[in-house]
């Protein structure tokens, strides 16, 4: 079994937003969330300005990221940089945290 590895994926949305991407924005959403759910997406954020989106995924390969992201509605129309992450840390946001007072 091949180890899963985490990559960040820096996506550049365009500065016209067309009709076209506005309207996959709900579709997008939901492919987002069912990412989350099957633990392939570690998270997803979007810039105050609206001009990029960030993204951490496990995958084995940079190839299963190519597929993940392809699946996405909003991919086509952004570039992108895929980068494999040396080390990822985060915060459970559902994991409870104990107070030892």
Do not use: C
Not at 46 to 68: F, G, H, M, P, Y
Not at 73 to 79: D, G, I, K, S, Y
């Amino acid at each position: 079994m091949q180890q899963e590895y985490q990559f960040m994926v820096d996506f550049s949305l365009p500065k016209v937003l067309s009709e076209d991407f506005l309207r996959q924005i709900p579709h997008q959403r939901a492919k987002v969330n069912k990412l989350f759910r099957d633990g392939k997406l570690i998270n997803y954020a979007l810039s105050l300005d609206n001009s990029k989106i960030w993204a951490t995924i496990n995958a084995d390969t940079e190839l299963d990221v190519l597929q993940l992201i392809s699946q996405l509605p909003l991919t086509r129309f952004m570039q992108y940089k895929i980068s494999l992450l040396t080390y990822y840390a985060g915060v459970n946001a559902e994991a409870p945290v104990f107070s030892v007072n």
